[in-house]
Each structure stands twice: as C-alpha cells, then as structure tokens.
C-alpha cells in the first residue's frame, strides 16, 4: 500500500516551453503532497507544499509564477514549470503523507527534467 | 527553519564492517526523523526512522540513535554488504510535516 506515482518520469523540453509533472497517489487519499527538487549530487530540497483545496505553500526562493502547483483532488498534485530555462533541469520528486501516519511521506519515482 | 547538517559526506569500509553516518538539527521542535536510501536515479526508500519519545530503534542490521538535548541523530550500519552501498539521506521534521534533508553520505562498501 501506500503507492505514489509519477508522471512523465523524464522529459526533455526547449527553453521558454511549459512542462507538467503530475504526482498521483494511486492507492490511498492524500491531503498534503510535497514538491522537491534535487540537483546533482545534491540533497533534495523542499520547494512547496500542496494541500488540497487550497493554494500551496512555496518555500523562500521558489517562484510561485514559474512552479505552478494544483492540488485538485485528493489524489493528484502537479507541477507545471513554465517558461523553462536550462538551469531548471533537475530531478522533481513529489511525496504525499501516508494515510496511516502523520509523519511518514511516500515518495514517487521522480522526474528527470532537461531544459534544452 | 530547520538547518539539517549530515556527516561524512563520503564513506568507505570494507565489507563487514560498520558505518556511522552522523547529522545535528536546529530546530527543537523537531520530532520526527527519518533516514533515506537513495540509489542513483530512483527515488529516496525509507530505511529506519525515529520519532522524538524514542531514544534508539533497531531493524535487524541498521540501527538509529537519537539525542534529543543534543540535538543528533546517527545511523548505524552493521555488517555492511556491497549493496549497502548507496547514497544516504538524514531528514528532521516538525509537526508541519515539511522534511529538511542532510546533504547525504555517499556510502561505499568494498568486497
């Protein structure tokens, strides 16, 4: 149980295009999802939180016009990152809470994005 | 916000040995901390986690400690094996439920 998928797991699109990641939870509701980003050989970042039904929270230095994020149901969060630019390659992980703990986050597969 | 500082950043030993990955928080509030296997390209598995009413939590050959005046935490790997190694992640969170992550120990075990 407790499954999280992702969708595309890699993507290459050309600078100044849009792109839409999409986390589902495919077995269980989830209120509260997260978005991370992780570089290479870097450690994963928080960049938002979703909750469902209501704007997300950005962490500080994420632009919120360019990540745009929609929790619109309980079971799918996504991210679009608009007008992409190179040095927004990188690898997005989303991660939902799990329907049994309050603490424990199920992550997806991951999204190798490339901005060519 | 939380600051989550991990050490080593790297770590070698040989087959059957132990490794000990170390990581310090700022946050008092803190209460929930989990540890992560990454492999290359996949997504971080959750290996062992503690919460803060605990002071130690074992799973067969990983172990973590916690110290909560401190403010540490340390995982232990016991009889570590070549598929051990891996890139491993410590993370601390509050009642909000946001992670904030060490910044790994990359983990080498030679046969």
């Known amino acids: 149980g407790a499954v999280v998928s992702q969708h595309p797991s890699w993507v290459i699109c050309k600078s100044g295009t849009s792109v839409k990641i999409e986390c589902r939870s495919l077995?269980?509701?989830?209120?509260?999802m997260f978005w991370y980003r992780q570089f290479p050989k870097q450690s994963l970042m928080l960049m938002a939180t979703?909750?469902?039904?209501?704007?997300?929270?950005?962490e500080q230095g994420v632009e919120k016009d360019k990540f745009l994020i929609n929790h619109a149901s309980l079971t799918l969060s996504t991210l679009t990152v608009t007008s992409a630019h190179p040095e927004d390659s990188s690898f997005y992980i989303c991660s939902a809470l799990g329907p049994m703990s309050s603490y424990e986050q199920y992550f997806g597969p991951g999204t190798r994005l490339t901005v060519t | 916000g939380e600051n989550v500082e991990q050490h080593p950043s790297t770590l070698s030993v040989q087959e059957g040995d132990s490794a000990v990955i170390k990581c310090t928080y700022s946050d008092s509030a803190s209460n929930y901390f989990p540890w992560y296997k990454q492999e290359l390209g996949k997504r971080p598995q959750l290996i062992i986690d503690?919460?803060?009413?605990?002071g130690e939590k074992k799973d067969q050959r990983i172990a973590v400690t916690l110290n909560k005046t401190a403010k540490h935490f340390s995982l232990h790997i016991t009889e570590t094996q070549p598929e051990d190694s891996a890139v491993y992640f410590c993370a601390a969170s509050n009642a909000g439920n946001m992670l904030t992550f060490g910044g790994g120990t990359r983990l080498m075990v030679k046969p």
């Open positions: 077995d269980f509701q989830a209120t509260t």
């Open positions: 503690i919460r803060s009413n605990v």
């Open positions: 979703s909750n469902e039904g209501s704007k997300a929270t950005y």
